[in-house]
């Protein structure tokens, strides 16, 4: 086969706070940040200066960090990978991935072999990095090479997913344009994985300038640096302030219309919807659904909406009690007031969970959901599993994260019905993750998606039990087993029929209290244009253009 987290205001206050931050900026500042960039911004050039509000920064450069909103979306400008869809215009005007549609994106072409145990990569000849080194198939070994080694993200995909167990036998250059990929045995995503953001090429030449002994992979460099072939670099990197992306003007698919992406953390919502409103930044991410609702209205500013691919829900730890039995796990989707939740916190823009697979994705199902806002059978379920009277509990959420802590106190009120007193914790992100990495918090605010669109992929991330991040610990031989077969393989067919088993058993088991997909939202300035959307939910600062 040849193929080529957000604070909640209200409409008084955001008036109020915009002419304040109006008169603020008036001195080209904003809020406590002295030395706004965005004079020197507009003396290169407006049209080619984006300015970015988002909630945080990434929280490292290096694609081997684990995977944070902010870390998904810089990835998506700095490093590119081997494949890539192709592009296509929804019926909203938003440029989605094709998932039926593979093209070529460092690699001009490939081939998979017809019993799917190899893939051969033919790389393009006119790509260069920004520190200007053209690429070749050492570039790709040494990163394959790196990503083996720091066993990390990269050793995860090809063990877990493709099941490599030897780096020689698996990595192969050809010759100087060409490296071949083989696998133990048949995988459906061995093309389709090559697309993921995570698996970004590195300049090799740049990357072994500046190893050292005590550092041969540039762990510490690459924390706070870039060295890849996409369409930005980093110049500036202030974690908890600011990233300064540089356009790559060598960059193979053009040079970008946008010369400096400017992202600033400003952690308060509203401080990001005051400064859209005076203008004082052309983008503001992750707003809350009743901002974004009161920007709806407003001249001069444009909200993108997309449902995408997020999953949030409440994580339970499935080994320790109560919530190593089924029934009360299956109880506490029974509380959750979910119209209550869709009015009051989504103000109708979200949809309810009701898979483990994003409704997007091929093979999803939403036959096997049967949890309804049902108290009495809540109850019933409890009184089996042996709470009667119900029991007390922990409930965890992010610091910072207004969505999280409405849900909280509404899911707080919503479990009290059946007996079921829960403690709200609100705890630093970092804290958070330390807790439910180590299975010390019963239950927790989860919210992720799986950025390569199959089903297998999905339940293998978030369901298998041999997985590094099924937090809650859920365990299900018959899941694994499933799993591990539609990995392997090609008979889409049974495919199909595995993952919709596997839906089934895990909304029987109910291992998550299931919530909502949230949808993607972005507010900009009206100017601004080519909005486009990707599986990691980052923006790709390439797509963009100021008329």
């Known amino acids: 086969m040849r193929c080529e987290p957000v604070s909640f205001a209200n409409s008084r206050d955001l008036k109020s706070q915009s002419l304040r931050s109006t008169l603020k900026l008036a001195a080209c500042g904003l809020f406590s940040l002295a030395a706004f960039p965005a004079c020197e911004a507009w003396a290169q050039s407006a049209a080619q200066t984006l300015i970015v509000a988002g909630p945080r920064t990434p929280e490292s450069l290096d694609q081997e960090y684990p995977p944070t ?50 893939i051969t990569f033919t790389l393009r000849s006119d790509v260069v990095s920004s520190w200007g080194n053209p690429l070749d198939a050492d570039d790709v070994m040494w990163s394959f090479e790196r990503g083996w080694n720091l066993k990390s993200n990269f050793h995860w995909y090809m063990t877990q997913v493709l099941k490599i167990e030897n780096f020689e036998t698996a990595f192969t250059k050809v010759d100087d344009q060409t490296v071949r990929v083989t696998v133990p045995e048949p995988s459906p995503l061995l093309e389709k994985l090559w697309t993921n953001s995570d698996l970004g090429i590195l300049d090799a030449d740049k990357m072994q300038e500046i190893a050292t002994d005590s550092d041969p992979w540039g ?33 193979f698919r053009g040079a970008p219309e946008i010369k400096r992406v400017i992202f600033r953390e400003m952690p308060t919502s509203a ?103 049902n108290v009495e059978k809540a109850k019933e379920l409890l009184a089996e599993a042996g709470y009667p009277d119900g029991f007390e509990t922990e409930l965890g959420y992010r610091t910072g994260d207004q969505i999280e802590e409405e849900l909280a106190v509404i899911l707080q009120t919503a479990f009290a019905q059946a007996g079921v007193t829960v403690q709200l914790s609100k705890l630093p992100a970092s804290t958070l993750v330390e807790r439910y990495t180590q299975g010390d918090i019963p239950m927790y605010f989860f919210r992720d998606m799986a950025i390569v669109p199959d089903a297998a992929y999905v339940a293998n991330l978030w369901l298998n039990s041999n997985s590094l991040i099924d937090y809650s610990n859920f365990h299900s031989d018959e899941v694994n087993e499933l799993i591990d077969n539609a990995l392997s393989s090609t008979d889409e067919e049974a495919r199909l029929t595995d993952m919709r088993r596997v839906q089934q058993i895990t909304m029987e088991e109910a291992p998550w209290v299931f919530l909502f997909n949230p949808g993607y939202q972005l507010a900009m300035r009206d100017n601004v244009t080519g909005y486009s959307w990707y599986t990691p939910n980052g923006n790709a600062w390439f797509d963009f253009h100021k008329e």
């Open 69 to 118: 909103e902010a870390v998904h979306e810089m990835r998506r400008n700095v490093y590119e990978r081997l494949l890539a869809y192709e592009m296509t215009e929804g019926d909203d005007g938003v440029l989605y991935e094709d998932f039926g549609n593979i093209g070529g994106s460092l690699a001009e072409s490939w081939e998979v072999s017809p019993e799917f145990t190899s």
């Open 219 to 251: 762990q510490r460099w690459l924390a706070t640096n870039s060295a890849s072939f996409g369409p930005y670099s980093v110049s500036k990197y202030a974690p908890g302030q600011e990233v300064i992306y540089e356009a790559n003007e060598e960059y």
């Open 271 to 373: 401080n990001r919807v005051a400064a859209l409103q005076a203008g004082a930044v052309d983008v503001a991410e992750y707003l809350a659904p009743r901002e974004l609702a009161l920007l709806g209205n407003m001249p001069g500013v444009r909200i993108e909406q997309v449902y995408g691919n997020y999953i949030h829900r409440v994580e339970m730890q499935n080994e320790t009690p109560p919530f190593d039995n089924p029934k009360v796990r299956q109880a506490m989707n029974y509380l959750v007031p979910r119209d209550e939740i869709s009015q009051a916190v989504y103000f109708g823009t979200a949809r309810p969970t009701k898979s483990p697979i994003s409704e997007i994705y091929p093979a999803f199902t939403d036959e096997y959901f049967q949890y309804e806002d």
